[in-house]
């Protein structure tokens, strides 16, 4: 007997309310809201993914941020159940508890959603976590605005009444992100701890990490120790772990001022250490280099970056709106480890004596693709082996070389245009 499994199809529910985007530069966008009634400030920034709203909103990263999705059909597949887990018994389809975004900018909310895994709507969720969303809108004009003027600050409202635009205005001036710690809003409050106690430790300094890094060092055997984000260098030795990771997250690396100077006595130590987004940046400020803003940030899913010691490009997941000075990194002991096939900003660093290394980029990717998940394993290699980065026995997957030019190492704009 055939089993036919019921696909559910859910309708759009909360939505047809006023909404509008002002942006700083005086630019303004009428759309129709949905999800939560409510009005906000933030940064307004874009992603280029074509796929995995549901990952993308739960992404730590885009805390105090504006999202604009480029793809213009979104939530046709709805939002499945926190309660699906996966092997490791995080939830299976989100990267944190919660929707992270200050607000959903989209150009066609879908009427309906439909998928085998959903149990409600976007529209639904967003009102469920008091988050604002606005369809409707040009987000292909808008995307342009900002890879020329560079990502900037925006008011967002959804309302039930007639809007207050010179109200709406009012509150955008007096909104920021620079300089802004958002750690405690994202990092874990206390120690939390995952998988088999007898396995090897690794430490997490949780400044806004994502459930797939954490799903993915115990992929590959061993257990988690989750750290708040300012955690000391004795509190992370206290736990004697193999290694230690500094994951993702939001804002300037630079705020990030105890988690700086934890970095730097594991780099001292010569402690196993893996940095990712965030933590790439972190690692390179603690040996002495500087980082900057990006105009508008590489997000999205479709980041090329070439491996530096082989050449081989790989297709990226990548959140981030600040990166590493390559010019500061001359005296660090930090060489460049990858580099982005759009613009040359660095996009990885290893150290040259120490079992150190760190990319700009999300090797557990979620949504993907899954091109460099063997950062990972590399890691792994390095803690295992005892050997230094660059002598490490690199075992990455076989990959079709792609020629590639040498460019300025500024932002160039990417890939031409916001995918439609």
């Not at 018994?89 to 439909?114: C, M, T, W, Y």
């Not at 995307?143 to 967002?156: N, S, W």
């Not at 993702?248 to 934890?262: E, H, L, R």
Request: aromatic share 10%; charged share 25%; glycine share 10%.
């Amino acid at each position: 007997m055939v089993r036919v499994q019921k696909i559910p199809t859910l309708q759009q529910t909360y939505t047809g309310y006023a909404a509008k985007l002002v942006l700083e530069d005086g630019g303004v966008f009428d759309g129709v809201g949905f999800g939560y009634p409510s009005e906000i400030t933030g940064e307004v920034v874009f992603n280029t993914g074509m796929v995995g709203y549901t990952e993308t909103l739960t992404d730590p990263s885009y805390r105090g941020q504006i999202l604009c999705m480029t793809y213009p059909l979104v939530g046709n597949y709805g939002v499945p159940s926190f309660d699906v887990k996966d092997d490791y018994g995080f939830p299976k389809f989100f990267e944190s508890d919660r929707i992270q975004v200050k607000a959903l900018l989209i150009h066609d909310l879908s009427n309906i959603a439909s998928h085998w895994s959903c149990t409600r709507t976007l529209d639904q969720w967003l009102y469920e976590e008091k988050i604002p969303g606005i369809y409707g809108i040009d987000t292909r004009e808008l995307t342009k605005k900002l890879r020329v003027r560079g990502v900037m600050m925006g008011a967002a409202v959804v309302s039930e009444s007639e809007i207050d635009e010179p109200r709406l205005k009012k509150a955008l001036s007096r909104a920021k992100y620079e300089g802004l710690n958002f750690m405690p809003e994202v990092s874990t409050a206390e120690p939390q701890h995952y998988g088999d106690k007898d396995k090897d430790c690794i430490i997490v300094l949780d400044t806004g990490v994502k459930y797939s890094i954490i799903r993915n060092i115990m992929r590959t055997g061993y257990r988690v120790v989750r750290l708040p984000w300012d955690a000391s260098y004795e509190q992370v030795m206290s736990y004697s772990p193999k290694g230690v990771v500094i994951s993702n997250g939001p804002g300037d690396p630079k705020v990030c001022t105890s988690t700086i100077k934890t970095a730097t006595k594991l780099i001292k130590e010569s402690t196993p250490t893996l940095g990712i987004c965030l933590g790439n940046q972190i690692l390179a400020l603690a040996g002495g280099a500087n980082t900057y803003k990006l105009k508008f940030g590489h997000r999205g899913q479709n980041k090329p970056c070439v491996d530096r010691r082989n050449n081989q490009v790989y297709v990226t997941s990548q959140n981030h709106g600040y990166g590493i000075d390559p010019k500061s990194l001359g005296k660090t002991g930090f060489k460049i480890w990858f580099a982005n096939a759009d613009d040359d900003t660095v996009e990885g660093i290893e150290h040259k004596s120490k079992p150190i290394i760190a990319v700009q980029f999300h090797p557990e990717a979620s949504p993907g693709p899954y091109d460099c998940m063997y950062v990972f394993d590399r890691f792994k290699e390095i803690i295992a082996n005892g050997v230094k980065p660059e002598t490490a026995a690199a075992k990455t997957p076989r990959a079709k070389k792609k020629k590639t030019t040498k460019k300025p190492a500024k932002e160039k704009g990417g890939r031409k245009g916001a995918k439609r």
